[in-house]
Each structure stands twice: as C-alpha cells, then as structure tokens.
C-alpha cells in the first residue's frame, strides 16, 4: 500500500508507468498467507518490480510503446518475467519506453513523456526511461529494462539509480519484443548494486526457448553481498582498473569527466591499480552500432502487418491494409530507422554498409579483447552528459544518437557492463546525477557486482 500511495502521488507529474496491474494487493495477500501457513516464498516474495513494456506480461497489454500495438495482450510471460513471479516478486507495471526501445529519451514513446524525478524539465534518458524513473522516485524497488545500445545504462545515470547490462545470452530473451536481435539483452535497475544483481540472478539462465540463452552457470549473485569484508582498508587490492582514454576527452561534459576522474581515485583507494587504456576502435562503434541495429530492425519489425498483432487499418486491399496499418501504427524514428536498415541491407549498398559495420563490430571485440586481458575491467562515463531538457534533442537525432557513444560499443561486444552513480553537478534543484560504467569480461557479471557493492 505504501508504494501503491507513492505511485499516486508522482504518477501525474513523472508518467512512468504505461499500465498498472489491478492485482497487486491481491498477489501480496497471497504472499502474506503463504508466509503466516509457513510455507516457501521465494527470495523476491513481495518485491515491487516494474516490467519495461517491451516485455510481455500476460496479465497487462505489452505495447513496446507503439501505437501498432495498442491493446496488445500476449497470451504468455516472458521467461524474465515468469522467473520473477517464480521469486515471488509483484509485478506493479509496464514502464514507459521509447517505441520499440528506438531512442535515448522516453520521448519517442507513441503514450507519454516520462520526466526525470531529479527535475521534472528534463528527460529521464532512454529507451528505459520508465524503468529508470521508476526505480529513482522509488514507485517500485527494482525494474527490468532492455538495452540494445544503452538504454538500461544511460538513463540509470541520468536518474541517478543502478543499471546493470548482463552478458549476451545471460538472461532470456523469450518474451523481449525484438529490436535488434544480437544486440538486445533484458537488463535490471536497482537503487542499490545489492538489489540490482539479486534481480540479476532471479532472471538469468538458460532457457530453451531462446537458442542464444547461455548453458552457463549462474553464480549466485546475492551470495557476493552478504560474504563481503568492509574491516579491509584496501578491500579491491590489486584490482586493474582501464580508464578508457577516448571516452574522457573533447565531446563530453568537462563536470562528466571531473566525476569520472573522481570515481578512478575513489578506486584507487580502495586499492585498485588505475591506468588509462586505449580503445581505437571506439569511435567506430556508433556509426557500426547505427547501421547493424537499424539493419536488424528492418527485418524485425517486418512482423507488423496488421493481421498478426495489434492494430490494424480498415481496407478491402491487402496491400493496402499492410502499408495502412503501418503508416499508422509506427512512429517517425522507427519509420526512419526502417528506411535506413532497409537501404544499409539492400543488394547495391549491402558491402559498403552492412558488410562494413559487422566488420567494424569484429574490430570492437578484438580491442576490447586486449584490454580486457591487461585490465579486471575498464570504466568510462555512462553518458557524455548529465539529463537534458525535455525537447532539446528531440528534432536532431544525429545529436541524440551522438550521445549513446559511451555505451554502444559494449552491446557490440556483447559484454556485462554496471553503471553507478558516482556525483552530482549543478541543475535542477538539488543537482543533476552523473554515473559511470564498469565493463568486464563476459560473464563475468560477479565481478562488476562486488566492485560495485565496495565502491557504493
Ligand atoms: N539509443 C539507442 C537506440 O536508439 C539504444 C536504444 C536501446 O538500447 N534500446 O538505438
């Protein structure tokens, strides 16, 4: 009832949510009779959780934030999902997102605009920004997002809240509504690392009916938490820390790079050996990023014809009804992120795009490859900048694309990567949160866990 109140109270001006579950009170009642009959809960038992609307939920519409899947209901859970009613966790919604996860803002959303909690004038980041939103003005206590290129990470750091990034194929993505299929993950917020990787282990696992589901073990997350020493005065000794040297010069917010100059001496001393790495490649990743998601798109998205899902068009005409429902369910960034794949894939421009960006993505792997073998992880800002203001970006897509350069790379990669907090600069009215970005090597979630855990 507590959280329930507190959605009531900033649900107006923040807009996080898409859709509210009418039976969440219902599903806690069940929690507290399992418990007084002691019987077994799990280990999420009675834990708000906000569920991105890409993701399906069989008991609340699923629209990705589209039109063209307005009243969309499926008839299933996600696997994510499914695992976390399994824990026990009370899915209280859907979060709002920009359409099909295209965008850095929340903007792009065909519903609403969803507002930062920090100051309402600005953007929450995106394309998780619900989620994001949702976890910062504590509407619930953990959220599920998805990112593709950022959009778990950046809006963490622009709500000032935890994001964790997991490894391709650690969590299932049975049930994620598909952007781009070999970038996409389901990721978690948390206001706390601790609370950010217990959700981690709820979801993650193979799972048959995602072929690209790791078989790989999962270690038990939580576990790191509760064994951690804090007497230790040098707790991370020897730890190898890689400041990414292209990620802390010209093009970012000089109050961005002092935190993150902060964030490596707070490292420092706890113990870590901090240096700066090189990645050349890194510059390469956003227009690589653009073309193979944009690419994967166009192909994914090719599934809303009006018959399948969602709206459809009134027309006596097949063709007609396909090019009808689309025109008017899909948004103007998703239509343009339609046209560029289409053309990056077709037969006369396939080598100088395509071919290249994956090119370019083998050339990302490799430098991450090195200077992950010299460094336990590598850090860099989250974001070039703190939150903008609702509207500023909103008319010139190649600025906001710019601003997913931190983090695209890593989705290239396929790598685990957490975002913390990490200082404040001057905005709103009690400043403007700054995150910064761990990466480790894949699968190795553990690791950026319990670094997290020691630097918060
Ligand atoms: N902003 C990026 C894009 O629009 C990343 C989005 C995401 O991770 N879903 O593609």
Not at 254 to 280: K, N, Q, R, Y
């Amino acid at each position: 009832e507590t959280y329930l109140t507190r959605i009531r109270l900033t649900e107006p001006q923040l807009k996080s949510f898409l859709h509210l579950s009418d039976n969440v009170l219902r599903d806690a009642g069940e929690i507290d009779r399992k418990i007084e009959r002691n019987e077994e809960v799990g280990p999420l038992a009675g834990v708000f959780v906000g569920v991105k609307d890409n993701i399906c939920t069989a008991d609340m519409p699923s629209t990705a934030g589209s039109r063209i899947l307005e009243g969309y209901r499926p008839p299933f859970d996600a696997t994510a999902v499914r695992k976390l009613r399994e824990s026990g966790a009370i899915v209280v919604g859907k979060t709002n997102l920009d359409e099909f996860g295209m965008g850095s803002t929340t903007e792009g959303s065909a519903y609403q605009v969803t507002a930062n909690p920090w100051d309402l004038s600005r953007v929450p980041g995106g394309s998780s920004g619900g989620s994001a939103a949702a976890v910062s003005a504590r509407q619930c206590v953990v959220s599920l997002g998805s990112d593709t290129g950022g959009s778990v990470r950046q809006p963490a750091s622009f709500c000032g809240v935890v994001g964790l990034k997991p490894t391709y194929g650690r969590v299932s993505r049975f049930g994620l509504v598909a952007y781009a299929s070999s970038l996409d993950v389901i990721g978690c917020f948390g206001s706390s690392v601790a609370d950010t990787g217990t959700l981690l282990y709820a979801i993650s696992g193979h799972d048959k009916l995602d072929a690209t589901s790791s078989k790989r073990e999962v270690p038990n997350f939580a576990s790191a938490f509760i064994t951690q020493d804090f007497s230790e005065s040098k707790p991370l000794k020897g730890l190898r820390v890689g400041v990414i040297r292209e990620t802390i010069d010209s093009g970012v917010d000089p109050e961005v790079i002092s935190s993150i100059h902060g964030a490596a001496s707070h490292l420092e001393e706890l113990g870590c050996i901090v240096t700066e790495v090189s990645l050349p490649s890194f510059s390469l990743g956003l227009p690589a990023y653009y073309i193979l998601a944009s690419s994967e798109s166009s192909s994914n998205l090719s599934r809303y014809d009006g018959i399948r899902y969602g709206n459809q068009a009134v027309s006596d005409e097949l063709a007609s009804l396909y090019g009808d429902s689309r025109a008017q369910g899909f948004g103007s960034e998703v239509k343009m992120r339609i046209l560029m794949g289409t053309y990056a894939l077709s037969a006369g421009y396939y080598d100088a795009y395509y071919k290249r960006a994956q090119q370019v993505r083998t050339l990302v792997q490799k430098s991450f490859k090195a200077a992950l073998d010299e460094n336990d992880i590598l850090i860099s800002p989250a974001a070039p900048s703190v939150a903008y203001k609702i509207g500023e970006k909103k008319n010139d897509p190649l600025a906001m694309y710019a601003g997913d350069i931190m983090t695209v790379n890593v989705n290239l990669a396929g790598l685990p990567a957490l975002v913390l907090p990490c200082g404040f600069v001057e905005g709103g009215s009690a400043g403007l949160p700054v995150g910064f970005q761990m990466i480790g090597a894949a699968f190795d979630e553990e690791k950026l866990l319990k670094v997290g855990h020691i630097f918060e």
